[in-house]
């Protein structure tokens, strides 16, 4: 029977990460990953994806300082980098100069360098690139800073506050994996194929282009906006729902009951409520509107999804809306990588059928 898109077939068994809507559980590797991104730094997760364990201290500083030391661009990444069309979207740049990485050197099967390496440079380029655009001057990487506090430095030219630090990176750890999604299933089709993981890649970046997939939370800014107070919160609420409209933000295609990743964003927007207002304002228009979409929308399961706090902490840490889908792509990449390796273990090439509808000979 045929399924559209795909949907409900179980394509590939992996040990990587466990997506159940039904019960709203997110696993990475047998830990929950709510729990992750409350407690751990991006390098400990993507150590996690890839090497299948948490690392002990030793490993972690020598993973850390293999990221820090793969952070610049070279000499021929560089120039491709300020000679690209000045529209050329950030996702088409990350995707151009990936590609230009895939030299010789990169060969099946995909290596844990050339990972490290591919995911050195992503913010490199993202920060790159948006300052260009600016008309200011790249900020070169900071090597006593990890990787998301980097990547915050390199954007402005200032330390982030801890605070900032702490609430993106909760963000990125739950946006690294979520499944058999389009570009993780795009990026292994292409690596079982025996093709390397810049191609693989390359490809995964194309699909998370698409706004059907890597569609970036601006509603859900434009709604907080457009509330702009807690006072305003109510009416404002009740008058988009009354006139029909979607609030952003809630509702979900895969999770029926709450979002395991809003639920760690929330948890980690209270923790740092007093510090930032933004994240109280948003704590307080989530509780209202769960409560005005159970008496609008009685048994709809309406709840909070990951773009509401995603958008809360992107606009917290003045990232940006032309950024927002690179930055998703900069902590998805871990994910891709993981399957990448997972299909490279135990490959075999993927090829489904088709069901030809067309006209026959006569």
Not at 343 to 348: K, P
């Amino acid at each position: 029977m045929l399924q559209k898109g795909l949907e409900g077939i179980v394509a590939a068994q992996s040990t990587i990460s466990l997506v159940d809507g039904e019960k709203g559980h997110l696993v990475y590797r047998g830990y929950w990953a709510k729990e992750l991104a409350q407690k751990n730094s991006f390098e400990e997760i993507a150590y996690l994806l890839w090497e299948k364990r948490l690392p002990d201290q030793k490993e972690l500083c020598e993973f850390k300082e293999g990221l820090k030391c793969q952070r610049e661009l070279t000499s021929h990444e560089e120039n491709i980098l300020r000679e690209l069309p000045e529209k050329m979207e950030m996702m088409s740049v990350i995707r151009t100069i990936i590609s230009s990485t895939g030299t010789s050197d990169y060969q099946w099967p995909s290596s844990r360098e050339q990972a490290i390496r591919v995911s050195s440079i992503i913010p490199t380029i993202i920060a790159k690139r948006h300052r260009l655009q600016q008309g200011k001057s790249p900020i070169k990487p900071d090597m006593e800073l990890d990787h998301v506090a980097n990547y915050l430095y390199m954007l402005t030219g200032s330390m982030p506050l801890n605070e900032h630090v702490k609430a993106l990176t909760g963000y990125l750890i739950l946006t690294m994996e979520h499944g058999m999604n389009a570009s993780t299933f795009a990026a292994r089709v292409i690596a079982s194929t025996q093709s390397d993981l810049i191609s693989s890649l390359t490809g995964a970046i194309g699909a998370m282009k698409g706004p059907l997939h890597g569609g970036a939370p601006s509603g859900v800014i434009n709604l907080l906006d457009q509330i702009g107070s807690i006072e305003h919160t109510e009416s404002c609420l009740r008058q988009q729902l009354e006139d029909g409209q979607r609030l952003m933000g809630f509702g979900h295609r895969v999770y029926k009951t709450q979002d395991p990743r809003a639920e760690a964003l929330r948890e980690i927007t209270l923790s740092l409520a007093t510090a930032d207002p933004w994240f109280e304002l948003a704590n307080h228009v989530e509780k209202i509107a769960i409560q005005l979409l159970e008496e609008h929308k009685p048994g709809r399961r309406l709840y909070t999804n990951v773009e509401f706090y995603a958008a809360a902490i992107l606009r917290a840490v003045s990232l940006p809306p032309e950024l927002f889908t690179s930055t998703f792509t900069l902590s998805r990449t871990i994910g891709w990588i993981a399957h990448i390796f997972e299909q490279n273990e135990n490959n075999r090439i993927i090829r489904p059928s088709s069901e030809y509808v067309g006209p026959l000979p006569v």
